[in-house]
């Protein structure tokens, strides 16, 4: 419907759009934007107005083009080797990162610039020396994508990327979980919707996503 086009117009202008996962899964919503159009007004919006962890989903393929692991098989450490989640069979997270033009990594200008960065480097892949470009740890959490996105799993890190294939953007997105600042709970899909609409952003269900997008 027109909620669906509207976000990927507005992946493409460099505004935000939100995306509610399901009722069975998180049952969170993510403020998201492309990478590519991330300035340090939308680190401040993501900060601000939506709460959780800011953090940049890449494809699978272009994850593996930068040698980065999912987090769980990189660290060998016990705690790692039981990840089970209520909501999912694996975490997406990858690595930490901040661009090398960065000082502390975490001002909204320096994660922006690490954001930035991330999607222009997820355009080209093969172009880009991954190492020396960006120093791990840093203050940009990376998601890494199932290989066959949503046919295997249904995160905001595959409803996002998705999002962005449909709108002709490379794989990187910038993702932060949408909280209720009285509550400090998941803010509810009816708050989100509302918060969507006071701003004129399009507001998604995970399910109108998995429709238009598989
Ligand atoms: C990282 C998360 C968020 O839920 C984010 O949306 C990515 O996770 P997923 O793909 O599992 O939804 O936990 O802050
Ligand atoms: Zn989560
Ligand atoms: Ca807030
Ligand atoms: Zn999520």
Redesign the pocket.
Known sequence: GHSFEHALESLRAGEPILVH?AADR?G?T?LIYHADTVSPAAVARLRNDAG??V?V?LGHDVAEAFDLPFYSDAIDHPATADHELGY?DR???SLTVNHRDTYTGITDADRSTTIQALGEAAAAPGAIDFTAEFRVPGHV?L?KAAPDLLAQ?E????LGLALAGAADLSPAVV?C?MLDDQTGEALTPADARAYADRHGFPYLEGSDVLDRCQ
């Open positions: 996962d998180e969170e993510d959780g962890l953090c989903a999912d975490s997406s997270f959490h998601l799993r995160g905001h890190t595959e993702v979980e």
